[in-house]
Structures are given as structure tokens and as C-alpha cells.
């Protein structure tokens, strides 16, 4: 929806990483949005058209490095998709910035705050008091952490008589993943398997996680305060070496990831997340499977049970394409909802239902 008046949103994107680049486009060629600026971090690619840095056509907007200057233009929201994973103090003085100026952000990095009262209270203040003090919004999602499994259970559940516990998966052959710091340092990949990753740390599926977990109960109507969050996990080697064009895996080394991240009340498994992260289709083959191509699945048990099996393919055939553009859309088309939304930190329950509206192709 445009404004009240009729004119699109003004819209910063900022960085231009493997979802920035997405959501730069989508926001330039959305109907109810008008991109009038787009932040970088390299200085080789401040001053260029950002048609130019992220694959498109001339989008008549010049990328800056300078913050100031994106404040200046006064925009109603900045999309902000910087990898936080290794910065997360660093993006929240970013898009605190952003509030207090009383610009709306709509945000893929700090990935707890799909549910903010999960995200603990040292993190959470500087953007609750920014947002308070501007009077703006701030909302973070994606496609995981986000719509496949917190929007797509919910509606599910929606539909039943009783539910007795949820499962998320995430079932995804990584192979063209082609973000080497994630996959090989966060991650793990091509590390030896008695080696620990960031993110088998213990305590870092709860964090990241954490919050999907918690917002799919407290759509549920359970009581989070109850919940006590359960890290699983297991490792598989990869058979033979894989060459993934942007790192080689060594065979012996890491190359299938398994974990689980269980929400129990008094003892009882109630929300389960599940990430099933192959390098090659053939690895793991006693894993969970996915339905045709990589993509996501929830499993709705009570009265009645419910299975729905999700598969993703963008046009040029990669599935991990298409899970970019699910995150990077998720966000842009939320912007006018955002916008509009009081002021504070939003989660999927605080927002109407956002839908294509105004996409189909002309």
C-alpha cells in the first residue's frame, strides 16, 4: 500500500552482500517503494549506480559510504541486510543510529530479534530506547529465522483442533551457498569434526534460534518464561573432496550438519527447530530428505496432523538463490506494514498479513 497520500515510501538499502543486492532491486522495482539511496562498505563502490553494483539496470541512485549523508535524505525506512553474525554490537549501533533519526528499519542481521524479548536486555535497550526516542520501528525476519518457520507453523496451527508440538526444518544442500566466511568459519565446513564451529558453541543455537523457537509458542499462547531451550547436534564427514568453486572440502572434514533446537514445557518437547545442511545431495542419506528440491518443512502434530513440504528454485536454478530472494522479500515487502506500525521493536505478531500485493508481472 502506498501512503495516505499516495506517494511510495522512500527507501535506503543498505549493503550489498548476497540478500543486499536482492533487496536493492526489489526495492527499486516495487511499486509502493522508491529507493532514494544505498549504503556500502567499500569505497570502490561508493560513487557507482547502484543498478551497477548489484547486476541491474541504471537505478539513477549513487551508493555512499557515509552515513551522514543517508541520514540526511530522511528516508521513512532503511532495509538493512550487513552480515551481523560476527558484529552484532556494530549493527546494533547502526540501526540505532537509524531509529533515533526516526527512520523505520526493516532488517535480515541480527537474526534473535525475529522475537525481541528473547534478544537479553543489554542487547535489546539501545534499540528499545532509540526507537522510543524516534518514534520508529524496527523489524527483523527472512526466510530462517523468519516466514518458513515462524509465519508458515502459525498459520498451520491456525487450523487445528489441538496441537501438540511443532517441528521446523530447514533441509538444504549448501553446495552454492558462496559465502565462505559463514560456511567454512561459522559454520564449520572443511573444518576437522572434533573441531567446535561458532555455531555449535554451546549457547549459540539458543541465541540465534532462540527467538523462532519463542515466537512460535508465543503464538501458540505458551507461557516463553516457561520454556527451557535444548541444543542437539551431530557431524558427518564429507566422503570426497569437494571443490564448491569458492572453497575446497576436503574428504574426512566436515560436510553434513545436523542439529536441533528443542523448546520443552516441563519436559515435553513442544517447538522444535531443524536444520538439516548438506555439501553434496549424496551425504548423510539416513537424514532427513527433502521433498524434490532443498527447501523447508513444517510438521504440525495433534488434531489433525500436518505435514507441508516447501521447495524453492529461483529462475536461474539454485535453490539458494531463491532462499536469498525469500529473505531479502520478506523484509522490502514488509516496509509500508513497518512503516506504518507503532513504534518499537515488531515480530511477526505485531504485523498484518503482508502479501504480493501490486507484484504480479505486467
Known sequence: MPKSDGSPYRVVQWSTGNVGRHATRLIAHHPDLELVGLWVHSPDKAGRDAGDIVGCEPLGVTATNSVDEILALQPDAVCYTATADLRPTEAIDDIARLLDAGINVVSSSIVPLVYPLHVEPFMRQPLDDAAEAGRASCFTSGIDPGWANDLLPLVLTGNCERVDHVRMMEIVNYDTYAQPQVLFETMGFSKPLDQTPLLLTPGVLSFAWGGTVKAVAAGLGIDVGTMELEEWHEKLPATETLDLGFGVVEAGTTGAIHFELRG????????????????????????????????????VSGEPNYTLDLQMMGSDGDHNTAGLIGTAARIVNAIPAVVEAEPGLLWVGDLPLVTGRGLVAR
Open 264 to 299: 520443552k514445557v516441563d519436559g515435553v518437547k513442544r517447538v522444535v527447530l531443524e536444520h538439516v545442511t548438506r555439501l553434496h545431495d549424496d551425504l548423510a542419506p539416513d537424514w532427513p530428505q527433502p521433498v524434490g528440491h532443498s527447501g523447508y518443512r513444517v510438521v
